[in-house]
T-cell receptor, first 113, second 114 residues
Framework: GDSVTQMEGPVTLSEEAFLTINCTYT??????LFWYVQYPGEGLQLLLK?????DKGSNKGFEATYRKETTSFHLEKGSVQVSDSAVYFC????????????FGQGTTLQVKP | DAGITQSPRHKVTETGTPVTLRCHQT?????MYWYRQDPGHGLRLIHY???????DKGEVSDGYSVSRSKTEDFLLTLESATSSQTSVYFC?????????????FGPGTRLTVT
């Protein structure tokens, strides 16, 4: 069945460092891919998405490219800030008109000043 | 921010008691979802609804039931709570079931079963 695998965390970086969080997926067909972010004590919110191969999603300095050949959707940011400290979830949209999402296990990012 | 509220926000209950969690939306979105969040598992879908009185199971539906009698409310019931159901529960809504549609999440309910 469909699944999403994220790199294990936590990830600890210094401010202004480069961030990569790896995400790979297994799916039949061509799902949409998402990154959601969860700040402490809050629900998830959409960070970015890509709906077809080679699409690049971007928002708030974060980027991810839908790579069909490597079944990956890695999240990157060139210079992280303390305010980026959160849990990041990679997710895929299951094909079929249900809107169901399958989430990875989440990666905790801590950015130190 | 999408208008989604969850109640209660925190609950402690004893094993074997019934528990109902409520999700309320003011967006008139057709699709609603219940997830549970556990360390190491991310979010897992419990049940979802694609319209009033139209519901279906997710991947971890055992021990849970849902009801949706109005567009704005989606109830999750634990018929007889167990310690394995201690978790944080999130409700989400979506305008459509299409692949590219965003889900909007509520603030969550932290449930502890003792």
């Amino acid at each position: 069945g469909d699944s999403v695998t994220q790199m294990e965390g936590p990830v600890t970086l210094s401010e202004e460092a480069f961030l990569t969080i790896n995400c790979t997926y297994t799916a039949t067909g061509y799902p949409s891919l998402f990154w959601y972010v969860q700040y402490p004590g809050e629900g998830l919110q959409l960070l970015l998405k890509a709906t077809k191969a080679d699409d690049k999603g971007s928002n708030k300095g974060f980027e991810a490219t839908y790579r069909k050949e490597t079944t990956s959707f890695h999240l990157e940011k060139g210079s992280v800030q303390v305010s980026d400290s959160a849990v990041y979830f990679c997710a895929l949209g299951v094909i079929g008109n249900t809107g169901k999402l399958i989430f990875g296990q989440g990666t905790t990012l801590q950015v130190k000043p | 921010d999408a208008g989604i509220t969850q109640s209660p926000r925190h609950k402690v209950t004893e094993t074997g008691t019934p528990v109902t969690l409520r999700c309320h939306q003011t967006e008139n979105h057709r699709y609603m979802y219940w997830y549970r969040q556990d360390p190491g598992h991310g979010l897992r879908l419990i049940h979802y609804s694609y319209g009033v009185k139209d519901t279906d199971k997710g991947e971890v539906s055992d021990g849970y039931s849902v009801s949706r009698s109005k567009t704005e409310d989606f109830l999750l019931t634990l018929e007889s709570a167990t310690s394995s159901q201690t978790s944080v529960y999130f409700c989400a809504i979506s305008e459509s079931g299409g692949l590219s549609y965003e889900q909007y999440f509520g603030p969550g309910t932290r449930l502890t079963v003792t």
